[in-house]
């Protein structure tokens, strides 16, 4: 069985930093790609950012996020990082990693395993 668990979240001003951590179990961690994703109240679950599973050479990251935050990986580590730089209060949000058997995805539906998801709160 695969498990992911999240840490790192909490609260923070705008223009502060915080670096979310995803550390997995189960199955190879390298074979997965791993992505962040967020759903902040009342909206829907969104694409943050993806990591390719061939050693993480790959990043994907959404527009809103782009320049501000970065993925990456350690597969000597099973864990998946998300640095999140230059916070805004819009990044407000309940963030999740998650694991999928395909190279990467922006797309929620193609990731087979989540975490239980880790609180951002930024204050203006």
């Known amino acids: 069985q695969v498990q992911l668990v999240e840490s790192g979240g909490g609260l923070v001003q705008a223009g502060g930093s915080l670096r979310l951590s995803c550390v997995v179990s189960?199955?190879?961690?390298?074979?997965?790609?791993m992505g962040w994703f967020r759903q902040a109240p009342g909206k829907e679950r969104e694409f943050v950012a993806a990591v390719t599973w061939n050693g993480g050479r790959s990043t994907y990251y959404a527009d809103s996020v782009k320049g501000r935050f970065t993925i990456s990986r350690d597969n000597a580590k099973n864990t998946v990082y998300l640095q999140m730089n230059s916070l805004k209060s819009d990044d407000t949000a309940v963030y999740y990693c998650?694991?999928?058997?395909?190279?990467?995805?922006?797309?929620?539906?193609?990731?087979?395993?989540w975490g239980q998801g880790t609180q951002v709160t930024v204050s203006s």
């Open positions: 189960g199955r190879t961690f390298s074979s997965y790609g």
């Open positions: 998650a694991a999928t058997m395909e190279p990467y995805s922006t797309q929620g539906f193609r990731y087979h395993y």
